[in-house]
């Protein structure tokens, strides 16, 4: 469904490791039919059940570095020795089609996302607690 015209905007969801950030996004998923998860590029291999478009691009290392020399990813990341980063092209698609993106993604990309999209919403999942 199409809600061009509607406002549509990126929100970035950040937070520390296993506070809840994924739990989080599936349940604004299930409440609106206007989010999407985001799909990252990254540069690490495809997990068995993974889908190349649906839950990663996966791209080569060469790939990823014409990506980030040409300003290709709205935001990007070397994490556990893999690059990730949001395609802007597949963003600003989705935008355009009236379909506001969840991004669950590290505090370093949420203010590369920020800064390029002014009308982004950032939240912040804190725990409880930080006693272990």
């Known amino acids: 469904m199409s809600r061009t015209g509607l406002v549509s905007f990126p929100i970035v969801v950040s937070g520390p490791s296993g506070v809840g950030k994924t739990t989080l996004c599936h349940g604004l998923l299930e409440k609106d039919s206007h989010l999407a998860f985001s799909i990252s590029a990254t540069t690490r291999p495809p997990r068995a059940n993974e889908i190349d ?72 999942v804190i725990p409880p607690s930080f006693k272990v």
């Open 53 to 124: 478009g649906k839950d990663y691009f996966f791209v080569s290392p060469e790939q990823f570095e014409r990506m980030k020399s040409e300003g290709e990813l709205a935001e990007w990341a070397h994490v556990h020795g893999h690059y990730y980063g949001t395609p802007k092209r597949w963003l600003d698609e989705q935008l355009e089609r009236g379909i506001s993106i969840l991004l669950d993604i590290d505090v370093q990309g949420g203010v590369q996302i920020m800064e390029a999209y002014p009308g982004s919403v950032s939240i912040f």
